[in-house]
C-alpha cells in the first residue's frame, strides 16, 4: 500500500495568517493516464469530510481561493493564504493513483 | 447529489453488518460513475474499504478483502457493504462516497454522506 504521511499533525495558526500543511507518499502519484492523484480533504467538527482540492492544485466549488495546492511525484502541499475561523478542523490528503486508496493521519489545525 | 447511510448502530463481535448506502442526484447506471465506502476510527483514522463501478467492477481493501462484499441492488439506486465477522477494531463511522472515472481522469470522493456510526461491543 501507498503510505501517506503528512506534517504536521497539529497546527496552531493565528488568524489571518498563513497555514501549510505537507503530505509525502511513499510511491510517485503521477498515473499512467497522465494526471496526478492528490487530493485534499477538510473535516469541520461535527462534519463529514469535505473534498477541497483535487488532481494537486484543482479547487472544488464553492472552495474559497484562499485554499490552494501543489506539489508533484511524492511532494505535496496544501497551503491556505489567510486563516478564517471557518477553516477550523482536520486536512487529510489522499491518494487516488493506487489501489488501495490511502489517506495520511490528518492534521488538526486550530486558532492560536 | 447525495448520499445517506443506513445500518445497525450496535453489533456483537463475530456478527455481520449490513450498511445501505441511498443516493440521489445521479445513477449507477451511468457509464462512469461509482460509490464506495470509508470509515473512520474513534481516533479520526480514515480508511477506505471499497468501491463498485457502473459496470460492476468492485475494488477492495485488500486488509479487509475476504470480509467485504460490496454490491448493488437491481434497480442500481442502492450500494450495500457486507462486513463479516466484526470486531471491536471495526468501531467507527461508515461514509458513503460517490466516485466518477473515465478514459482520461478519475475523480474520488467528491460527495460524502453523513456517516453511520457502528459500534461493535459484546
Known amino acids: 500500500d501507498v503510505v501517506m504521511t503528512q506534517s504536521p499533525l497539529s497546527l496552531p495558526v493565528t488568524l489571518g495568517q498563513p497555514a501549510s500543511i505537507s503530505c509525502r507518499s511513499s510511491q510517485s502519484l503521477e498515473h499512467s493516464d497522465g494526471n496526478t492523484y492528490l487530493n485534499w480533504f477538510q473535516q469541520r467538527p461535527g462534519q463529514s469530510p469535505r473534498r477541497l482540492i483535487y488532481k494537486v492544485s484543482n479547487r472544488d466549488s464553492g472552495v474559497p481561493d484562499r485554499f490552494s495546492g501543489s506539489g508533484s511525484g511524492t511532494d505535496f502541499t496544501l497551503k491556505i493564504s489567510r486563516v478564517e475561523a471557518e477553516d477550523v478542523g482536520v486536512y487529510y490528503c489522499m491518494q487516488g493513483a493506487h489501489w488501495p486508496r490511502t489517506f495520511g493521519q490528518g492534521t488538526k489545525v486550530e486558532i492560536k | 447529489i447525495t448520499l445517506k447511510e443506513s445500518g445497525p448502530t450496535l453489533a456483537k463481535p463475530t456478527e455481520t453488518v449490513t450498511l445501505t448506502c441511498t443516493f440521489s442526484?445521479?445513477?449507477?447506471?451511468?457509464?462512469?460513475?461509482?460509490v464506495g465506502w470509508i470509515r473512520q476510527s474513534p481516533g479520526g483514522a480514515l480508511e477506505w474499504l471499497a468501491l463498485i463501478y457502473w459496470n460492476d467492477d468492485k475494488y477492495y481493501s485488500p486488509s479487509l478483502n475476504n470480509r467485504l462484499t460490496i454490491t448493488t441492488d437491481t434497480s442500481k439506486i442502492q450500494v450495500v457493504l457486507t462486513l463479516t465477522d466484526v470486531d471491536p477494531e471495526d468501531t467507527g463511522t461508515y461514509f458513503c462516497t460517490h466516485s466518477f472515472r473515465s478514459k482520461l481522469s478519475t475523480n474520488d470522493f467528491d460527495y460524502w454522506g453523513q456517516g453511520t456510526l457502528v459500534t461493535v461491543s459484546s
Open positions: 442526484g445521479f445513477s449507477l447506471s451511468s457509464s462512469g460513475v461509482g
